[in-house]
């Protein structure tokens, strides 16, 4: 597919050990292969070679993707602060164990006192103690 035979028989790449001692090289020469033609032909050439292959997105990408549209993927959630925030939802069903419906992040913080009290199991004096001691960081002055 890369179309070079040269690295089949090339002592350095010719078995698992020898790629991996030479490892970098070999990327480098990948790199530069890859580099040598546009992304939608490499792509096209692996599907034809019966390679999985897909798009590395960013975030925004994934959003912009037709098959999040098409797939009806897109949501909001509500966030306490954030108002409704933007979100992909996951493509897997599962009819034995169902995927939980989608939730924002959690302020920062938030569970700290549930964490203390169930994972430590640190009572209330404990942890107002530890608040006290600023363990937690200062809290906001009202107003």
């Known amino acids: 597919m890369l ?6 028989t ?14 970098e090289k070999l990327r480098a020469i990948i790199a530069g292969t890859f580099a040598s033609d546009q992304l939608e032909n490499w792509m096209a050439k692996m599907k034809k070679a019966n ?5 590395l997105r960013t975030v925004e990408q994934g959003f912009n993707a037709p098959e999040a549209r098409e797939r009806h993927r897109l949501s909001r959630i509500a966030h306490p602060t954030a108002g409704m925030v933007p979100n992909i939802e996951t493509p897997l069903n599962m009819g034995l164990t169902p995927c939980v419906d989608p939730m924002a992040a959690p302020l920062l913080g938030e569970h700290t006192k549930e964490v203390l009290r169930k994972t430590l199991g640190y009572d209330d004096p404990h942890i107002a103690a530890l608040a006290e001691a600023g363990v937690f960081g200062k809290t906001p002055s009202p107003g």
Request: proline share 12%.
């Open 10 to 23: 090339d002592p350095e790449f010719a078995t698992r050990k020898a790629r991996s001692a030479n490892k």
């Open 51 to 55: 390679i999985p292959v897909g798009y």
């Open 3 to 8: 179309e070079r035979p040269d690295l089949i």
